[in-house]
């Protein structure tokens, strides 16, 4: 079976720039999440959706970021513009919806914001 | 508010060597307990979890048992082996929400 995809893997970008995270989780899976990685401050949930709808996006650092899943086979997490700062591992992850179902998570993309 | 603190690292340790890895908690509510890992180059996996006191979590030769009077949720493997070479999470989810709170990670590095 497929697993979580993430696109790209890396991303090299100048500080200002519009970045696009894209993701697809595992079919027939109804709960999807955002995290983000830093050596400071471990992993963080940004935000995560329930059968498409944002249920919790108190993560989200500020305004800069935004998140979408248009569809339950899409999502896509939006930093414009982006700073230096925003520099980490971000990591998609999809579960059947429950607090008792793991979450399977992608590779992950390494964001570098010059 | 919730949280996980784990135990500093990076570990570094031989072939079939015994492995704890100390995770505590703070939880507004009755939480659920997890221990995910994560292979060089890949995302998270969940290896085990428990959600009541006294409940044992295994997989792969690991266990984990929760302690509510402690607030802990201690990883051990008996015997490690080069390929549990991984940075280990612990985790807790609150109240039934699938909102998942991380420890920082530990890194293990298991040398044959």
């Known amino acids: 079976d497929a697993g979580v995809i993430q696109s790209p893997r890396h991303e090299v970008t100048e500080m200002g720039q519009e970045v696009t995270l894209r993701c697809k989780p595992i079919?027939?899976?109804?709960?999807l999440f955002w995290y983000r990685q830093t050596m400071m401050r471990g992993l963080e949930l940004l935000i995560y959706f329930n059968n498409n709808v944002p249920i919790d996006d108190s993560g989200m650092p500020e305004d800069r970021f935004s998140a979408k899943m248009p569809n339950a086979s899409f999502s896509t997490l939006k930093i414009q513009p982006s700073e230096p700062r925003d520099s980490a591992v971000y990591f998609c992850?999809?579960?059947?919806?429950?607090?008792?179902?793991?979450?399977?998570f992608g590779d992950g993309t390494r964001l570098s914001i010059l | 508010g919730d949280s996980v603190t784990q135990m500093e690292g990076p570990v570094t340790l031989s072939e079939e060597a015994f492995l704890t890895i100390n995770c505590t908690y703070t939880a507004t509510g009755y939480p659920s307990l997890f221990w995910y890992v994560q292979y060089p180059g890949e995302g998270l996996q969940l290896l085990l979890k428990a959600t009541k006191a006294d409940d044992k979590g295994s997989n792969k030769g690991f266990e984990a048992t929760y302690r509510k009077e402690t607030t802990s949720f201690h990883l051990e493997k008996g015997s490690v082996q080069v390929s549990d070479s991984a940075v280990y999470f612990c985790a807790l989810s609150v109240g039934g929400s699938e909102k998942l709170v991380f420890g920082k990670g530990m890194k293990l590095t298991v040398n044959p």
């Open positions: 079919s027939g899976h109804n709960s």
């Open positions: 992850a999809s579960s059947l919806r429950g607090f008792l179902q793991p979450q399977h």
